[in-house]
């Protein structure tokens, strides 16, 4: 009971003390644990710069004693609750390798992962982050996947290959769009799209991907030398029964019975 209340009015002190001048000087010191007890106040109070730059010297000190670990994980949560998530997710991974069994290695597997799914950015820019956030959800999921934050992780991967996706399918448009400009787009649009659609095969976007392999196949066909017609109307009529079994209420029925009304009539004439 002594030993609690002895850390209970450390910790009030300390806190006392990150509101005053003593930061420049703990910075300085060489008591260490006195630094580390600190640098969780730090953290406690939501100073998070404070606390990194604290955990960052204690981690690098503790190496190798048990506060080692704890350092570790604490310097990447500060850098994670300050929205520095590039740096938290690289000092998580640090963690979790150099401590494959520790008691914080769930959190840092999830955090790790989650941090790279905020820092995702827009479609039309690089996709790297997106790509390591899936990779780190991922093992999370198979590592622990009776977690409670599983639901989270699951929602953010799919969120983050949707994303993905709608890139797949912005470049598959505008391929589309290109049509047979220097050579034939709608071939690069079909494959773009179909890798996009094997790929991803529970997006949102699926049906939007389809609807444009069977607009693609449907321009290619019209748009070809006589001899290749027939041959290209029989895709295009193949992709629309493919695409209305798998969305037989699509809101562009009217539009696909339109392709293949020409392709039909077309191949047997």
């Avoid at 941090?115 to 827009?122: A, L």
Wanted: proline letters at 3%.
């Amino acid at each position: 009971m002594k030993n609690i209340c002895k850390y209970i009015m450390l910790v009030v002190a300390i806190a006392g003390l990150t509101s005053c001048g003593e930061y420049q000087r703990v910075l300085k010191s060489n008591d260490f644990n006195y630094k580390f007890e600190y640098a969780k106040a730090a953290f406690a109070q939501k100073k998070y710069v404070q606390a990194a730059t604290l955990f960052k010297d204690c981690s690098t000190v503790f190496k190798g004693t048990d506060k080692a670990e704890e350092s570790l994980y604490l310097l990447a949560m500060s850098h994670y609750e300050n929205k520095d998530y590039i740096s938290s997710g690289a000092y998580f991974k640090s963690y979790y390798t150099r401590y494959p069994k520790g008691k914080f290695v769930e959190s840092a597997r999830f955090y790790c992962g989650y941090g790279y799914y905020i820092e995702s950015p827009d479609p039309q820019l690089d996709q790297t982050t997106t790509i390591q956030g899936i990779e780190e959800l991922q093992a999370f999921l198979d590592l622990f996947p009776r977690s409670d934050k599983v639901p989270m992780a699951q929602a953010a991967i799919f969120e983050l290959q949707d994303k993905l996706t709608l890139k797949q399918l912005q470049n598959a448009q505008l391929y589309y769009n290109l049509g047979n400009y220097l050579g034939n787009n709608y071939q690069s649009c079909i494959i773009v799209a179909q890798n996009a659609v094997r790929d991803y095969p529970y997006s949102k976007y699926k049906e939007d991907l389809e609807l444009l392999i069977l607009k693609a196949r449907f321009q290619e066909a019209d748009q070809s030398i006589d001899e290749r017609k027939v041959e290209r109307f029989r895709e295009v009529i193949d992709e629309y029964y493919s695409f209305i079994n798998n969305y037989p209420d699509t809101p562009n029925r009217d539009e696909v019975d339109n392709i293949y009304s020409i392709a039909r009539k077309y191949v047997h004439d």
